[in-house]
C-alpha cells in the first residue's frame, strides 16, 4: 500500500509516499480502505522531532473510509460499512489502516468531513471533561476559531455553557454563528473579558498556547479551573493541567457526535482537501495558519 513516510526530522520537505506492507486488524480493530486522512498540527511536531525519536515514521492518527477486514470479536460494523476512527499505528494517512476506535459516519457527511472528526472531537470533549463544563457555567476558551476551538465552542453549547472566545477579529463572526462571544486575544485580553463577565469565568481551557496562562489564571480564579492542551511548559510552570490523552481519552464522543451532526448542532468545516501524493504541500498550508478549518488528505 503507498504510505506517507519520513526517513529524516526536519520541514514538509522530508515526507514522502512509499510503499509500505498492508497492515492487518489485531482482536477488536478493524481495517479500513481509506478514502479520507486528517492533518493535524502534531503531525508537524512529529516530523520535526518534538515527540517521538525512532525513524522512519509514518503519519496520520485519523482517517474515515470503507470497511474491508474485521478483527476477532468484531460484531459492530460490517465489510462495507463507513466509518472514521484513530489509526492503531500513526499510520492514517495510507491507502489502507488498521483502526482501534471507530464509529459509523453520519449519513449527511462525506469521507472527507468525517476524516477531520476524530482528534478535534476527542481532544474536546477530553478538555471540557476534565473541567468539568456544564449548563450555567461560564467558559473562556483562548484560540476558538481553530478545529479544536470551534469543536470546544460547539461541545460546550450543547452542554449548557455559555462560551466567551478569543480570536482575530477576522474570525468574531465565526465565532458568534457557533454560539460564542467573542473577544480579541492580546495585550488588554483580561479587561475585554471582563467586560463581558465581570466577576471572571469559572474555567478557562488555552487552545493556542500563546503565553496567556496567567490570564486565564487570574480571570477563572485559580490553576486548578483551567486546563491547556498547547502549552506544556506554561502547565509547569504555574500549576495548570496539561491534558494531552495520556490521562484518558474521550473515546465516547466519536460515537456522540454523529447524532449531534445530524441535528444541526455541530459542523467541522474542511477548509481544504489535498491528494495524498501532495501531503508535503498540505503540511506547508498547515503551518502557514492561515486555513480555518480541517486539512485533509484524498485516498483512493
Same mark, same amino acid.
Given at each position: ?192 473579558? *471582563? /467586560? %463581558? ?7 478557562? #481551557?488555552?487552545? +493556542? =498556547?500563546?503565553?496567556? &496562562? !496567567? ?33 484518558? *481519552? /474521550? %473515546? ?7 447524532? #449531534?451532526?445530524? +441535528? =444541526?448542532?455541530?459542523? &467541522? !468545516? ?31
Amino acid at each position: 500500500m503507498k504510505a506517507a513516510r519520513f526517513e529524516h526530522f526536519g520541514g514538509p520537505e522530508v515526507l514522502e509516499v512509499v510503499d509500505l506492507p498492508d497492515p492487518h486488524p489485531g482482536p477488536g480493530q478493524i481495517r479500513i480502505a481509506v478514502r479520507a486522512a486528517g492533518v493535524n498540527p502534531s503531525d508537524g511536531k512529529k516530523r520535526r522531532g518534538l515527540m517521538d525519536q525512532e525513524l522512519p515514521q509514518t503519519m496520520g492518527h485519523e482517517a474515515a473510509g470503507v470497511v474491508d477486514e474485521l478483527g476477532e470479536g468484531v460484531a459492530d460494523v460490517a465489510v462495507g460499512d463507513r466509518v472514521f476512527g484513530f489509526s492503531a499505528t500513526e499510520a492514517a494517512q495510507a491507502e489502507l489502516v488498521v483502526l482501534s476506535h471507530y464509529a459509523p459516519i453520519p449519513p449527511s457527511l462525506d469521507f472527507a468531513g468525517a476524516a477531520g472528526l476524530p482528534a478535534a472531537v476527542e481532544t474536546a470533549t477530553r478538555a471540557l471533561d476534565r473541567l468539568g463544563v456544564q449548563s450555567g457555567r461560564t467558559l473562556l476558551v483562548s484560540g476558538a476559531s481553530g478545529s479544536v476551538g470551534s469543536a470546544v465552542v460547539q461541545l460546550a453549547v450543547v452542554r449548557g455553557a455559555r462560551v466567551i472566545g478569543t480570536a482575530s477579529p477576522a474570525n468574531h463572526d465565526y465565532l458568534r454563528s457557533l454560539g460564542a462571544e467573542p473577544v480579541a486575544y492580546g495585550e488588554g485580553l483580561v479587561e475585554r473579558v *471582563r /467586560a %463581558l463577565a465581570p466577576k471572571g469565568v469559572d474555567r478557562a #481551557l488555552d487552545v +493556542a =498556547g500563546s503565553g496567556v &496562562l !496567567p490570564d486565564l489564571i487570574g480571570l477563572a480564579g485559580g490553576p486548578e479551573h483551567v486546563v491547556t492542551i498547547a502549552d506544556f511548559a506554561g502547565a509547569q510552570q504555574y500549576g495548570v493541567t496539561f491534558s494531552r490523552g495520556d490521562d484518558g *481519552r /474521550a %473515546l465516547h464522543a466519536l460515537a456522540d457526535v454523529g447524532g #449531534l451532526i445530524e +441535528a =444541526g448542532r455541530f459542523s &467541522l !468545516p474542511v477548509a481544504r482537501t489535498f491528494p495524498l501524493a501532495e501531503v508535503a504541500k498540505a503540511h506547508r498550508v498547515m503551518e502557514d495558519g492561515q486555513a480555518r478549518g480541517k486539512l485533509v488528505l484524498l485516498v483512493g
